[in-house]
């Protein structure tokens, strides 16, 4: 069978709200197909960027080939057009991984802390990945006892993520880009925990660092304006 069959579309198995998702011949890869939907609010609130769904295919692969050369595993394997990108089928750990540097967002409002305050080091959270939920706070105790994940993968799940964000400091900082905070996914895939999902403006906070201008998809949460520009700002400056 050659590659160009392999790599044929098959059936969508899968639609979040950022992205579709579809089989190939082989059951090891699939193609992600990158939407311009917007939503915030656990979907509460929802709308079209355009062009998000371009960017945020480029912007999470220059990303992933970034962190693949850091010795950071990923679900990545190329980009195949404006808005696909070829991936490892993994099987999703229902455990969502928040990595803060900064106050902002929901630590803000459930902690009464002011956004913009910098954490003394940076704070790993867990969400359970549930939409019906809209993905609930929740420890380690919870994805042991319910079956979301081991003791052990939790342990790979927090230093991955704290090396990821290192990462990614270090690569935005000389781009006047501060990595506020940043959702990451993970999966497994023959025995190994793989980054996956993507990594963006609209899974990450990024400010500007002279002027603290958010740069994210927060402009669309707060109807903030120039969200078009802020994506565009986003992939000019991480492709320097």
């Known amino acids: 069978m050659s590659s160009d069959i392999m790599l044929e579309k098959g059936e969508m198995f899968y639609e979040g709200k950022a992205k579709q998702l579809f089989a190939t011949a082989d059951p090891d890869l699939i193609i992600a ?54 991936c490892r089928r993994l099987e999703i750990i229902p455990v969502e991984v928040v990595v803060r540097n900064i106050v902002a967002g ?40 319910f079956g979301w994940a081991t003791a052990e993968e939790l342990a790979v799940l927090r230093d991955l993520a704290h090396k990821i964000n290192r990462v990614l400091r270090d690569f935005l900082d000389p781009r006047s ?43 669309f949460r707060r109807d903030l304006g120039k969200v078009e520009e802020a994506y565009h700002e986003i992939l000019e400056r991480v492709s320097r």
């Open 33 to 86: 197909y990158f939407k311009d939907d917007a939503t915030a609010f656990n979907a509460k609130k929802r709308g079209s960027i355009e062009g998000k769904g371009a960017v945020n295919n480029r912007v999470s692969e220059l990303f992933f080939t970034l962190l693949e050369k850091a010795g950071i595993r990923t679900h990545f394997v190329r980009r195949l057009s404006e808005r696909e990108m070829l």
């Open 106 to 145: 929901g630590m803000a409002k459930r902690l009464g802390r002011v956004e913009g305050e910098i954490l003394r080091r940076p704070v790993v959270e867990w969400y359970y990945k549930s939409d019906a939920l809209d993905d609930p706070l929740i420890n380690d105790d919870h994805a042991e006892v």
């Open 177 to 219: 880009i501060v990595l506020v905070d940043a959702k990451f996914e993970f999966g497994r895939h023959k025995g190994e925990i793989l980054l996956g999902d993507e990594i963006c403006p609209d899974t990450c906070r990024f400010w500007d660092k002279a002027t603290g201008e958010k740069l994210d998809k927060d402009r």
